[in-house]
């Protein structure tokens, strides 16, 4: 029962995030949070140190209720790329990140997947 509901409020979080990303191009209260970090932080200083600041912020929350829900770690990759993309989307996450996760997915599970795709057994 608590696997769902973590399940549920992560749905929810994530359902959440989309929505406020994705309500138009314009410039919204989401686009003005990192530049009030970056005030509050760094008197102006970088953006991009505060964008990173949230970033890790909400996908370590995010990892943090997927292990307590005990997940997979597939899954968990799946939800935590959709997280960076969700992030990358509105701005907050750069889109290099999305890039170099997508490589250290593809450096970590590429041989199995290779090995599933040819029908070889994998290798213990």
Same mark, same amino acid.
């Given at each position: 029962?608590?696997?769902? +509901?973590?399940?549920?409020?992560?749905?929810?979080? #994530?359902?959440?995030?989309?929505?406020?990303?994705?309500?138009?191009?314009?410039?919204?209260? +989401? $686009?003005?949070?990192? =530049?009030?970090? $970056?005030?509050? #932080?760094? =008197?102006?200083?970088?953006?991009?140190?505060?964008?990173?600041?949230?970033?890790?912020?909400?996908? &370590?929350?995010?990892?943090?209720?997927?292990?307590?829900?005990?997940?997979?770690?597939?899954? &968990?990759?799946?939800?935590?790329?959709?997280?960076?993309?969700?992030?990358?989307?509105?701005?907050?996450? =750069?889109?290099?990140? &999305?890039?170099?996760?997508?490589?250290?997915?593809?450096?970590?599970?590429?041989?199995?997947?290779? =090995?599933?795709?040819?029908?070889?057994?994998?290798?213990?």
């Amino acid at each position: 029962m608590t696997r769902r +509901i973590a399940l549920f409020a992560l749905g929810f979080g #994530l359902f959440a995030v989309l929505g406020f990303g994705v309500i138009g191009a314009r410039a919204s209260i +989401i $686009n003005d949070i990192p =530049d009030a970090l $970056n005030g509050a #932080l760094f =008197d102006g200083a970088s953006v991009f140190a505060a964008q990173l600041i949230l970033t890790a912020g909400i996908m &370590m929350s995010a990892g943090m209720a997927l292990a307590v829900a005990k997940m997979p770690p597939a899954g &968990m990759f799946i939800v935590l790329l959709s997280v960076l993309g969700a992030l990358t989307a509105i701005g907050w996450a =750069d889109p290099s990140l &999305m890039v170099a996760a997508i490589f250290v997915m593809v450096a970590m599970f590429g041989r199995s997947m290779a =090995d599933w795709l040819t029908g070889k057994p994998s290798g213990g």
